[in-house]
């Protein structure tokens, strides 16, 4: 167990290979069912904290982003979880009709940006 907390949120890239790491994520939720994703979610959220092991470090990681330079929302709430859900619900779609792939021809996602 952690003596003392310490605070300061690394908010800076801090992976090698940041693609590699979000293709394993998005790969480990392949042919999981929401709930199993959610479950799965939740074990790994648990895992690394522990891994962390700072209460002011996950606290800070809990409260969100902070808001972007100039305002335009408060990170984390800003939008009503029926909102954030529709959005997910569209991007999900998108990503399916996009082949399901992580990276795409740009002119793909541009057409399909149309329709919106």
Same mark, same amino acid.
């Given at each position: 167990? =952690?003596?003392?907390?310490?605070? =300061? ?10 693609? !590699? #790491?979000?293709? =394993?994520? #998005?790969?480990? @939720?392949?042919?999981?069912?929401? *709930?199993?994703?959610?479950? /799965? ?5 648990? $895992?690394?904290?522990? @891994?962390? +092991?700072?209460?002011? #470090?996950?606290? *800070? ?9 100039? +305002? ?12 954030? *859900?529709?959005?997910?619900? #569209?991007?999900? !779609?998108? /990503?399916?009709?996009?082949? &399901? ?5 740009? &002119? ?7 329709? $919106?």
């Amino acid at each position: 167990m =952690a003596e003392a907390a310490s605070g =300061a949120l690394r908010r800076t890239l801090n992976l090698g290979r940041p693609d !590699e #790491v979000y293709n =394993a994520i #998005v790969d480990a @939720h392949r042919d999981l069912s929401d *709930e199993q994703c959610r479950a /799965f979610d939740a074990g790994l959220i648990l $895992l690394l904290a522990n @891994h962390v +092991g700072d209460a002011i #470090v996950i606290g *800070e990681a809990l409260a969100g982003p902070p808001p972007p330079p100039g +305002g335009g929302g408060s990170g984390v709430g800003s939008v009503s979880k029926d909102e954030a *859900e529709r959005g997910m619900a #569209v991007m999900s !779609e998108k /990503f399916k009709a996009l082949g &399901e792939q992580v990276y795409v021809d740009a &002119e793909k996602v541009k057409e399909s940006n149309k329709v $919106l």
